[in-house]
Nanobody, 124 residues
Framework: QVQLVESGGGLVQAGGSLRLSCAASGRTSSTWRMGWFRQAPGKEREFLTA????????YSSDSVKGRFTATRDNAKNTMSLQMNGLKPEDTAVYYCAARPAGSGYDRAYYYPHWGQGTQVTVSS
């Protein structure tokens, strides 16, 4: 079993910042790829960013590149998402996800393990 728990969501004004955290436990491994997604009401789950195993490189969607930064700490089995310059269109439920090592990182179906999500609301 793998458990992922997100925290850090909340309400913030446009232009503000939030930092989300994801804690992994259970049968995880430092070789697993981890990513962040979000889902707004009535929309499909959207890829945001993924962190490599070593944590020294990330892959980000154009919608968040330059504003959101993901980092991971393999020693603590945690991953964070620093979100700056938030916009009302960033309002969504944010999920962390994990998958065993392998190719593919930007589609939800690559990831068999998901957290419960944390709500982020950005007011204008």
């Amino acid at each position: 079993q793998v458990q992922l728990v997100e925290s850090g969501g909340g309400l913030v004004q446009a232009g503000g910042s939030l930092r989300l955290s994801c804690a992994a436990s259970g049968r995880t491994s430092s070789t697993w790829r981890m990513g962040w997604f979000r889902q707004a009401p009535g929309k499909e789950r959207e890829f945001l960013t993924a962190v490599t195993v070593t944590g020294d490189a990330t892959y980000s969607s154009d919608s968040v590149k330059g504003r959101f930064t993901a980092t991971r700490d393999n020693a603590k089995n945690t991953m964070s998402l620093q979100m700056n310059g938030l916009k009302p269109e960033d309002t969504a439920v944010y999920y962390c996800a994990a998958r065993p090592a392998g190719s593919g990182y930007d589609r939800a179906y690559y990831y068999p393990h998901w957290g419960q999500g944390t709500q982020v609301t950005v007011s204008s």
